[in-house]
């Protein structure tokens, strides 16, 4: 019995491998998931394995109207149910993730598959945040999570479920820029700015953890952020500018 | 990316269940290699059970001779520990010179072991100190752990718990890498106990090894200078856009030289 569960309201494409009967129909049932845990059965339908193409790769596209679904064929092994839910828009109900963001509680619903830097952008509205690479090399998505810097396009939303996070529209106090926002100002650290969040996040991670970086250390440092237009003098001069200030 | 269901346990006992009861489902740690995979369709797992949430996992003690570090331990955690650095201020280098900053910040110990990449860095780490790692169910030495490219004996529901790293005499660990991503592309791990010596190769080949011939050398007289003369065949060693496998052959012998020096 292979299960698969998901809520909301979806289109269903299921794909039977290798099965050694495919002119069998195969019984989907949609379930209920009770207060208690249990699973209460609700309105069925059967449907039969389109195609007689000796096994792979078939699917078909169903709709549940009874939410949350839970997906069960009768059919054991040989037969190998894959299951793919396409959400349908408008009328999805998505585990909920709760955090701090920049001080303030948040909350909102992510699929186990968003992004940290998706959610913060599009459910939160903090555009600060930049997806550059969205492979991890770039960095100018970095934020902080519990103090230290990540990169939220390799981080699940649901794994920040609980977390605090800093995101640059975090960074300024009743107005007043950060130490490291003035320092990338008169240094001039940037030039298009689509790196700057990312390195100034960066950079305040790294005078937490060594009030008076070396030039060498700060260069060092910036290995997981990449700026394509200042060759990285003034960010580097900025970033121990910036540590002079915040009292290394 | 395909979506996924996901949990979160608290013990290494519920994620066990908790993976047994969803079919095609995965364990993470850090993520920084599974997401990237995920985000190519290369892994499309029904549930991931993340192993972030376990307090059994953490901590870095020592034991008779000995560190055992937490499989949770991130490499940020490994690399600025004071008893890594005391114990085997090598491993803190090398956990300190792996990715970037924001990598070594989710990137646990266990999940890169696990992973066992045939360019990472703990590998080396584990094969040259005769590392000891320790599942749920088992202790594995770390020479049968490694089998190849992304080959290791765990067990589908199996999870590091921790991995035993006996102290050395010294150790020195020098890595050529991939600019890009940090990865090596030829990284050699020195350990020296009295008059035996390990050295264990990343990178170069399909998986880590020892590089015998060096060890050799090395048993007689400790020193760099020991290693003219002595080198790794280049066959068997991968050869790819960043080096060939006569360069990476080079380039290990090179990185035993500076890992030598660096073992002080």
């Not at chain 2, 520990?81 to 803190?92: E, F, G, M, Q, T």
Request: glycine share 12%; with cysteine; charged share 20%.
């Amino acid at each position: 019995m292979r299960k698969v569960v998901r809520r909301g309201n979806f289109v269903f494409t299921y794909v039977i491998e290798n099965d050694d009967d495919p002119t069998t129909p195969s019984t989907f049932r949609v379930y209920k998931k009770e207060g208690d845990g249990s699973w209460i059965a609700g309105a069925g339908f059967e449907t039969t394995r389109p195609g007689t193409d000796g096994g792979l790769g078939c699917s078909a596209t169903l709709t549940f109207t009874e939410h949350p679904p839970t997906l069960t064929t009768p059919r054991d092994e040989p037969c190998r149910l894959f299951a793919r839910f396409h959400p349908l828009s408008g009328s999805l109900s998505m585990p909920t993730v709760s955090l701090t963001v920049n001080g303030q509680a948040v909350e909102g619903e992510a699929e186990g598959r968003t992004l940290l830097v998706d959610f913060i952008r599009e459910t939160l509205g903090l555009t600060g945040t930049h997806v550059g690479c969205d492979t991890s090399q770039c960095g100018a998505c970095v934020v902080h999570v519990g103090g230290a810097s990540v990169k939220s396009c390799t981080m699940l939303a649901v794994e920040a479920d609980g977390a605090d996070v800093t995101t640059v529209e975090g960074l300024a106090t009743n107005g007043t820029l950060h130490p490291m926002q003035t320092a990338f100002h008169e240094h001039h650290g940037l030039q298009c700015g689509f790196c700057t969040p990312g390195m100034m996040l960066s950079g305040i991670d790294l005078v937490g953890r060594n009030a008076n970086p070396s030039e060498h250390e700060v260069r060092e440092w910036l290995e997981g952020n990449l700026c394509r237009c200042t060759g990285y003098h003034n960010i580097v001069k900025a970033v121990q500018a910036a540590a002079a200030e915040m009292g290394g | 990316m395909e979506d996924f269901a996901f949990h979160r346990p608290g013990s290494v006992a519920e994620a066990q269940e908790t993976l047994r009861g969803t079919e095609d489902s995965k364990f993470m740690a850090g993520g920084q290699s599974l997401i990237p995979l995920m985000k190519l369709d290369m892994a499309a797992p029904g549930a991931v059970v993340s192993l972030t949430g376990i307090d059994e996992l953490r901590g870095i003690e020592q034991q008779d001779g000995s560190l055992v570090i937490g499989a949770g331990m991130t490499h940020s955690e490994v690399a600025e520990s004071d008893d890594v650095r005391n114990a085997i201020s090598a491993l803190a280098g090398l956990a300190g010179s792996i990715g970037d900053p924001q990598v070594r910040n989710r990137g646990t110990l266990g999940g890169s072991v696990a992973h066992a990449d045939p360019a990472a860095d703990y590998p080396a780490a584990l094969v040259a100190l005769g590392a000891t790692v320790i599942t749920d169910r088992r202790e594995i030495a770390a020479e049968d752990f490694f089998q190849g490219m992304f080959e290791t004996p765990l067990e589908t529901d199996e999870v590091i718990t921790s991995v035993r790293f006996p102290v050395p005499d010294s150790a020195g660990y020098s890595k050529f890498p991939n600019p890009a991503s940090k990865y090596a592309i030829a990284g050699v791990m020195v350990a020296r106990n009295g008059a035996d010596v390990k050295v264990a190769v990343t990178g170069a080949g399909t998986g880590v090894f020892r590089a015998t011939a060096f060890e050799e050398a090395l048993a007689g007289d400790f020193s760099a200078g020991a290693l003219d003369g002595a080198s790794v065949s280049a066959d068997g060693l991968v050869s790819d856009t960043d080096a060939s496998a006569e360069y990476r052959a080079h380039l290990v012998g090179v990185m035993a030289r500076r890992a030598v020096e660096a073992c002080g």
